[in-house]
């Protein structure tokens, strides 16, 4: 089966029946090659529905986790978004897909120079890129309209609340380092005004203002 047509089927068996709805984000789902951001050996993979291994002990969320974050977003198209988290560069590929220009931080420079090949060869030209501690955001380019963060925290780090735009939205997945569920928080008057969705599990985020290395 050639790959658009496993990319057809993931957005008609994995995706719409779960309840995802906006357009834009099932044609970005059903137009980005996910198998490029997968490992070749498991490349047979790439449009399972779960998680997968990209090394370093991170992972390629799985594509309904992607779709319903990206959902949340609410994207127009003419967003400036920060991802915190790069990871494989599957869902920054999706991000450029939808907004006008992505900011993504990875704390791993070797997954950072990846995804940036990946997505330099698949041809995007709106990314961003910055290795460092993703809690700390990316001051100097804020404010954003949509942030994401693709790791557990505890709490949303307060730099990324400051560098979330008036009427901007962060989704982000909140809980312990075994659990959490999907936080959809929008500013207005300069608060945020929260909701949870999704029960979900990420790899924790880990920065000044997430997780330590030595936490439980």
């Not at 990324?160 to 962060?170: P, R, S, V």
């Amino acid at each position: 089966m050639e790959d658009s047509e496993l990319r057809d089927m993931m957005v008609r068996t994995q995706l719409i029946p779960r309840g995802i709805r906006d357009k834009r984000v099932l044609f970005a789902m059903g137009k980005v090659p996910r198998h490029l951001f997968v490992d070749e050996p498991i490349r047979h993979r790439a449009y399972d529905d779960c998680a997968l291994s990209i090394g370093d002990g991170q992972t390629i969320s799985q594509p309904y986790m992607v779709a319903v974050m990206t959902e949340l977003l609410e994207l127009k198209g003419d967003e400036r978004a920060l991802e915190i988290g790069t990871g494989s560069g599957y869902q920054t590929a999706v991000l450029a897909g939808l907004a006008k220009e992505v900011y993504t931080v990875e704390r791993h420079g070797s997954l950072s120079m990846q995804a940036m090949k990946t997505l330099d060869r698949a041809g995007y030209g709106n990314i961003h890129f910055r290795v460092g501690d993703g809690t700390l955001g990316w001051p100097e380019e804020s404010p954003f309209q949509a942030i994401i963060i693709t790791a557990g925290a505890p709490e949303i780090p307060k730099p990324l609340i400051e560098q979330l735009d008036e009427g901007g939205i962060i989704v982000i997945p909140v809980g312990d380092r075994f659990g959490q569920r999907l936080l959809k928080a929008k500013k207005l008057n300069g608060e945020l005004q929260g909701e949870y969705h999704t029960p979900c599990t990420f790899v924790p985020l880990l920065g000044k203002y997430g997780w330590t290395d030595e936490s439980p």
